[in-house]
């Protein structure tokens, strides 16, 4: 039978192009067998000392009275648990002195909620039917915003500024003489670390844009789900950022939760009340596994340490050996190529300049060998009619969560097939 679909439901159920990839690379995880090269995903590594803090939670919340009937029997408020959201406050209060309360915090069920929340309720068909956009003042992006307008065309990205910074190293910088604040830019949009470059732009940059942002009375949106202070998997020197026209969004995920699909949004009072107002519409209540885990860790300051002092080291060390294993595989003989300065979350982004195919063709080819990556035209979205920009076609991302001889196998056979097509 063949039903009629609404304009949302034909937008959100025709499949997308994120979609289709990770099908994709599920059939590919499921079929492979155990030496698949996984190193195309997402999920946060299985760190050991964070492992047992959340078992040690679990056991606590059976031993407290009313602790797992909390965390599993019990609706909480559409904005979040009261407690939950005072202790963010709090901590964001006491740790960087943010003249923030428990009214503006909200939780939703994970950051991906979080933004198709706020990317629509800020941008897209207007009651005066007109339309407004996101700017992205920084491309390559978050590939999870792509499909995320109801109405598609949600965006409006900038190409970077690209600095070399070595033979085999560069980063990419905001180009503010590119950037146009037009009538119908509703919000700017930023992921600092960067998904997928581990790119953190400098503190000079948050506050130029957050400057630009004020001016234009848009807010600015600052995707914190690999930053500071939670989790932390941020190298370089960054400071915190957040005013009364920033919203901020954290999660719980990339602290090794990510089950418990949490996401936490910080911002103005009137977003945080209208993002309730969804959640209700949408979801009733949210997960409070996640909350009640980690809330005497937020009570404490104990989350802050955690992330300081176990999970960025580790994922420095990880970042560290992939980089090195990077240097060693594709050395002179691969032909031309460049890594993102990596600076935080946890990729290695590659750039492989005068590739002969498109990084999508790349990509086959790897995943008939083992080896499952992510090709790097995804995550420029929004500049699908620059063809004059072969850059995005040249790049892919590589994850390094995986276990370091994992990571080291795999670019070694992404090593060998770029000399395959480059040398026969």
């Known amino acids: 039978m063949s039903y009629q679909y609404s304009t949302f439901g034909r937008f959100l159920g025709r499949g997308s192009g994120i979609g289709e990839l990770m099908d994709d690379l599920g059939h590919a995880l499921a079929d492979g067998g155990p030496d698949l090269k996984m190193l195309g995903g997402g999920q946060p590594a299985r760190i050991p000392a964070i492992d047992a803090v959340w078992r ?71 009651d005066d039917d007109s339309r407004r956009q996101i700017l992205l003042p920084l491309v390559p992006e978050y590939i999870g915003y792509a499909d995320q307008g109801v109405e598609g065309a949600l965006f409006r990205p900038v190409q970077p500024q690209i600095e070399r910074l070595g033979p085999h190293s560069f980063k990419y910088h905001v180009d503010f003489d590119r950037i146009e604040l037009a009538d119908e830019i509703a919000a700017i949009c930023v992921s600092r670390p960067t998904n997928p470059t581990g790119n953190v732009l400098t503190d000079a940059e948050i506050t130029h844009l957050a400057e630009l942002a004020r001016a234009k009375a848009i807010p600015l949106i600052i995707d914190n789900a690999y930053g500071l202070p939670f989790p932390g998997i941020s190298f370089g020197e960054a400071t915190p950022y957040w005013d009364p026209n920033v919203i901020l969004t954290l999660s719980l995920s990339k602290l090794g939760l990510p089950g418990t699909r949490t996401g936490i949004v910080i911002g103005p009072p009137e977003i945080i009340r209208a993002l309730g107002s969804i959640n209700a519409i949408a979801g009733l209540s949210n997960p409070s596994l ?10 404490s300051g104990d989350l802050l340490r955690l992330s300081r002092d176990v999970v960025r080291p580790y994922y420095h060390d990880r970042s560290e050996l992939a980089r090195q294993a990077a240097e060693e595989a594709f050395g002179d003989s691969s032909g031309p190529w460049m890594m993102h300065l990596t600076e935080g979350a946890l990729f290695l982004w590659l750039w492989f300049p005068d590739l002969p195919i498109t990084s999508a063709e790349l990509y086959q080819r790897l995943k008939a060998r083992g080896v499952l990556v992510i090709p790097g035209h995804y995550f420029f979205f929004g500049l699908e009619n620059s063809p004059d920009w072969r850059h995005g076609h040249e790049c892919i991302r590589v994850s390094y969560a995986m276990e370091p001889a994992v990571v080291r196998d795999g670019l070694a056979i992404i090593a060998d097939e770029l000399r395959k097509l480059r040398f026969g």
Request: proline share 6%.
């Open 56 to 126: 040690e939670r679990m056991t606590q919340l059976l031993d407290e009275p009313g602790g797992l009937d909390r965390a599993l029997t019990t609706y909480d408020p559409p904005r979040g648990n009261a407690k939950f959201l005072t202790a963010i406050a709090r901590l964001h209060r006491e740790a960087f002195g943010w003249d923030i309360g428990p009214e503006n915090v909200a939780v939703t069920a994970g950051g991906q909620s979080a933004f198709f929340f706020l990317l629509n309720l800020l941008a897209g068909r207007m």
């Open 290 to 299: 996640g909350q009640q885990i980690v809330l005497p860790l937020i009570e």
